[in-house]
């Protein structure tokens, strides 16, 4: 992404349009659909294929869940005719309207880029991104020549510093070796 659109976080991709009257499904790359996609709520929009700098707004005129997944109508899309040339695009909303997280949660774009290291003062690495399967998310950080995993769990990640870029981890034995 360019510098221009570096304040934006993804939160869905337009999916396949849902029946004739221009509704489309959301695949949801956020944790907060219910505020993200409410009716009356405005997002920012880039097409397949277009650059960050080919953003338009779009407004949500209705939504309903249908198995946990919007099925949303935008504002002057009326016909399955004005939502199939959208089938693809991201929509985005701008990091700082996003609310404050309680302390001791993070958005997990704050915690990309950060340095890890051990409480001895090992470099382990860098987060590169979160995997978030199963009970428990993933912090992936690069060492320099392969991936390691770190639970995201505060029994490890003991101090976690984004305004600093740093996070700080005790391992359990073995945990930075399963990996290498």
């Given at each position: ?35 993200r996609f409410a009716r009356g709520a405005r ?101 320099g020549r392969a991936d390691v995993l770190i ?30």
């Amino acid at each position: 992404m360019t510098d221009a659109a570096a304040d934006l976080v993804l939160v869905g991709r337009i999916g396949r349009p849902h029946g004739l009257r221009g509704e489309v499904a959301i695949n949801l790359e956020t944790d907060f659909p219910e505020d993200r996609f409410a009716r009356g709520a405005r997002l920012l929009m880039t097409r397949p294929g277009g650059t960050a700098e080919a953003i338009q707004e779009i407004q949500v005129a209705t939504v309903r869940f249908h198995n946990g997944r919007p099925l949303v109508r935008f504002e002057g899309c009326d016909a399955i005719e004005a939502v199939e040339p959208l089938v693809g695009a991201s929509l985005w909303i701008r990091a700082d309207s996003r609310p404050a997280l309680p302390e001791g949660h993070y958005y997990h774009d704050a915690l990309i880029g950060c340095d890890v290291e051990t409480v001895a003062g090992e470099r382990v690495g860098q987060v590169t991104r979160i995997d978030a399967f199963g009970s428990a998310p993933l912090l992936v950080v690069h060492d320099g020549r392969a991936d390691v995993l770190i639970p995201l769990a505060e029994t490890i990640c003991i101090r976690i510093d984004p305004a600093a870029r740093r996070i700080v981890i005790d391992p359990p034995e073995g945990l930075l070796d399963v990996n290498r």
